[in-house]
């Protein structure tokens, strides 16, 4: 019993690859900025390597998409978050903005970090019987969502 226990241990902890295997670069980096990733899956979109993962507690972690250059370079990560987690600052400044009458699509958002430095929430929305998706800036610059995400 041990061994089938230590067998269902260790296929749970692999990490799950479409489209090829990551070089050992991308790999590293990866392993380098999130030790404590786990439910790892990597896909290849394009010129990048998304990897979908998650982090925290099991079973209840924290989601996150990352995406990575071929050369290992780390592009940004998208995080889920409750809208309970969002801060209050940056609910103030999409309720004082021209979206300030939306109601919230669903209970989380979106936080997004970038390699330049650049930071923020994306909220799905929906304003006068449609679905918009709205990007506040940790200063608080509110506009539609830049669809693509870098």
């Not at 290849?44 to 993962?53: A, D, K, L, Q, S």
């Amino acid at each position: 019993m041990l061994a089938v226990a230590a067998a269902v241990l260790m296929a749970a902890s692999c990490e799950k690859y479409e489209d090829g295997r990551p070089s050992k670069d991308v790999r590293s980096e990866f392993e380098r900025m999130y030790p404590k990733a786990w439910d790892v899956e990597w896909e290849r979109m394009g010129e990048y390597w998304e990897v979908t993962f998650e982090t925290g507690s099991r079973p209840d972690g924290t989601e996150h998409k990352a995406w990575y250059d071929k050369g290992g370079n780390w592009i940004q990560t998208v995080t889920d978050v409750l809208l309970s987690s969002v801060p209050q600052e940056i609910k103030n400044y999409l309720q004082e903005s021209e979206y300030g009458t939306a109601q919230f699509e669903d209970y989380d958002a979106e936080y997004f970090e970038t390699q330049s430095g650049g930071a923020f929430y994306r909220f799905d929305l929906i304003a006068g019987g449609r679905e918009i998706e709205v990007d506040v800036t940790l200063n608080g610059e509110v506009t539609p969502a830049q669809y693509g995400y870098f």
